[in-house]
């Protein structure tokens, strides 16, 4: 051949409307724009049809060599108008134009814009270590019905019972919102960074398997759900109505569910029987893949943009501003985890549960310190935010 080709391929006797083409474009796919295919036929059709084909698909028909075997080879130079080689789909910054192309893939120009918003790395997560929470979280799946004791639950005292319908309660409540609340930067998220949005698939999945846990512990022994309150109410739709995906990373995973860390553990500690302890430590174990990823976004965040800590204490001080005039705990779950941790309402056990409450507070403050000063806070940010945190934990 006197054509230097980059790829060369047989079409046999196949004419273009007769299956040439399955052979033909993905060899042009293959080479760079201006990049030269050979193909050999045997087709005397493909002499007429393969340059108005070119001119039609903007490819440049090169021409043809005769064959002593009666063949022909057609050289086709690409254009530039097919599918790039190289893909942003994974670049700092990707395009809206991508549609749900995962990354990595080659992707036809002209497509519609879509109405993603989270387009830049910076703003979900570190894809490698994401990748990594995700996988663990599908490893860590575990089955409500089959996995806990549900057999082996004997009534308690009417105390004991009653604290613990509340404390489901308070806890099904919140973990609603924990399922609400990544829902809506889900759609926002560009597939190029699917990682994150699988992983926020993971983290509701579990959240739905602890709302119908939390529930059906509530009512298992013929008990019943407990009070909402307006202080829950309102701390809750304060996170619902957060628009930046990092705000609420913050506020959700590594203060509000950091903080129920401190309260699974204190009710695994005190739990009244072995369904409520296993369920406090398998929720917990889910609960701490959740904050490991808030904790690890924030930290990013906050070495990527000087400005963030500030824009964050800000955040609190709004979400603190609507909840002005609330003095502590929501009533209903602080005398809930008093008899808890009291195991019934004799003045004695009540006076140690009070206690044990007590001292719950002062591990959630120290927690929340921890967690901040992981995710980059100085010291002084760290106990200024956790100050401000909600009385309602979440």
Request: contains cysteine; negative net charge; hydrophobic residues 40%.
């Amino acid at each position: 051949m006197s054509r230097t080709a980059a790829v060369a391929v047989d079409g046999g006797d196949l004419t273009l409307g007769g299956g040439l083409l399955a052979i033909l474009r993905p060899a042009l796919e293959l080479v760079a724009p201006d990049g030269v295919v050979a193909l050999r036929s045997s087709s005397a059709s493909v002499r007429h049809d393969l340059p108005s084909w070119c001119r039609l698909e903007r490819h440049d028909y090169l021409g043809c060599e005769a064959q002593a075997d009666g063949s022909d080879v057609h050289f086709i130079g690409r254009g530039s108008f097919g599918v790039p080689h190289d893909s942003d789909g994974a670049a700092d910054e990707a395009d809206p134009h991508s549609g749900f192309a995962p990354a990595g893939a080659r992707i036809e120009r002209g497509g519609p814009r879509y109405p993603f918003t989270l387009n830049r790395r910076q703003a979900v997560s570190p894809a490698q270590a994401t990748r990594q929470l995700y996988d663990q979280a599908i490893a860590a799946q575990w089955d409500a019905g089959r996995d806990l004791p549900w057999d082996r639950v004997q009534p308690l005292s009417p105390p004991v019972e009653r604290a613990i319908g509340q404390v489901m309660t308070f806890l099904a409540e919140n973990e609603l919102s924990a399922l609400y609340v990544p829902s809506k930067f889900v759609a926002r998220m560009h597939p190029a960074y699917a990682e994150t949005a699988m992983f926020l698939a993971t983290q509701m999945m579990d959240e739905s398997r602890h709302i119908d846990v939390f529930l059906r512990r509530a009512r298992v022994a013929g008990g019943r759900l407990g009070v909402s309150s307006v202080t829950t109410s309102r701390s809750l739709l304060s996170l619902l109505e957060l628009e930046d995906f990092t705000e609420a990373a913050f506020l959700l995973s590594v203060l509000g569910e950091g903080t129920f860390l401190d309260l699974l553990r204190y009710l695994e500690r005190y739990a009244p029987d072995e369904l409520t302890t296993e369920i406090a430590r398998r929720t917990r174990a889910d609960e701490s893949r959740h904050v490991h990823f808030g904790v690890m976004h924030i930290r990013d965040a906050l070495e990527r943009d000087a400005t963030l800590a500030r824009r964050l204490e800000e955040t609190v001080r709004r979400r603190a501003a609507t909840l002005y005039g609330v003095g502590g705990v929501p009533a209903p779950i602080q005398d809930a985890l008093t008899i808890v941790a009291a195991g019934s309402d004799a003045p004695a056990a009540v006076a140690r549960g009070h206690e044990a409450f007590r001292e719950l507070l002062s591990e959630m403050h120290e927690g929340r310190l921890k967690r901040l000063a992981k995710a980059g806070f100085t010291s002084e940010q760290a106990t200024l935010l956790s100050e401000l945190h909600t009385p309602n934990f979440m």
